[in-house]
C-alpha cells in the first residue's frame, strides 16, 4: 500500500509569491491534515479535511487556505510568502475511525 | 499555551538499556494520544498509540503508559537499538472514534542510544 505522497519536496519562493504544496493521501483515507514544522514552534496543526469538507482549523492567518478533491488529494496554498513561512509542511492521512494519523515526507518551503 | 509539554529536550542511553521518555498534558478532552519518531527533513512515523480507556499498550520494544488522573504518558524502548536515535513526539487528539484528526504535538525529545 502506497504511503502518503507529497510534491514537491523543495521549494524555493520569494517573498509576496504565493505557493501551492500537494498531497495525496494513503488509499481509503477520508481525511488528510496539515502541519507546520518549524525549529522555533514545532509541530503546529494548520487544518483538516474530512469528505472534501474544512473539520478543523489551527490558528494560522488567512493567508493559509487548503481544500480536498473528491479522491481524498488535497492542496494547501499559502499567499502573500513572508520569510517566516519558511517551513517543512506534512500532511497526514488517518485510519478511518481513529487519529492514527500517518505522515508524508513533508515539503520544505524556503522563502528568500 | 502549551497543551501537550515534553519537559526533556534530549535522552541519551546505552544500548540494550530502557528507555523511558515523558510526556504531560493539560486537556482533559483528550482521548487518544500518539508516539511519533522523527528525523531531520522527514515527515514522523507512527509508532504506537493509546486510547484513554486503557492504561497500557505494547507493541514488540514499545510500550506506552497512560495515567489519567496524573495526565501524564510515558513511552518504555526495551532493549534500546542505535537505530532508535531520533526525535520522539508524543501527541494527542480529542476525536477518538474518528470525530477529528487534529494533533497537538509537543516539542520532542531527542533521543541518542550510545553503542
Known amino acids: 500500500k502506497a504511503g502518503v505522497t507529497q510534491t514537491p519536496r523543495y521549494l524555493i519562493k520569494t517573498r509576496g509569491q504565493q505557493v501551492t504544496l500537494s498531497c495525496s493521501p494513503i488509499?481509503?483515507?477520508?481525511?488528510v491534515s496539515w502541519y507546520q514544522q518549524t525549529p522555533g514552534q514545532g509541530l503546529q496543526f494548520l487544518f483538516e479535511?474530512?469528505?472534501?469538507?474544512?473539520?478543523n482549523k489551527g490558528n494560522f492567518p488567512g493567508r493559509f487556505s487548503g481544500r480536498q478533491f473528491s479522491n481524498s488529494r488535497s492542496e494547501m496554498n499559502v499567499s502573500t510568502l513572508e520569510l517566516g513561512d519558511s517551513a517543512l509542511y506534512l500532511c497526514a492521512s488517518s485510519t478511518p475511525g481513529t487519529s492514527e494519523a500517518f505522515f508524508g515526507q513533508g515539503t520544505r518551503l524556503t522563502v528568500v | 499555551d502549551q497543551q501537550v509539554k515534553q519537559n526533556s529536550p534530549s535522552l541519551s542511553v546505552q544500548e540494550g538499556r530502557i528507555s523511558i521518555l515523558n510526556c504531560d498534558y493539560t486537556n482533559s478532552m483528550f482521548d487518544y494520544f500518539l508516539w511519533y519518531k522523527k528525523y531531520p527533513a522527514e515527515g514522523p512515523t507512527f509508532l504506537i498509540s493509546?486510547?484513554?480507556?486503557?492504561d497500557k499498550n505494547e507493541d514488540g520494544r514499545f510500550t506506552v503508559f497512560l495515567n489519567k488522573s496524573a495526565k501524564h504518558l510515558s513511552l518504555h524502548i526495551v532493549p534500546s537499538q542505535p537505530g532508535d536515535s531520533a526525535v520522539y513526539f508524543c501527541?494527542?487528539?480529542?476525536?477518538?472514534?474518528?470525530?477529528?484528526?487534529?494533533?497537538?504535538f509537543g516539542t520532542g525529545t531527542l533521543l541518542a542510544v550510545q553503542p
Open positions: 479535511y474530512f469528505s472534501e469538507t474544512q473539520r
Open positions: 493509546i486510547s484513554s480507556i486503557k
Open positions: 501527541a494527542a487528539s480529542a476525536g477518538y472514534g474518528g470525530a477529528t484528526n487534529k494533533l497537538i
Open positions: 488509499s481509503g483515507h477520508r481525511s
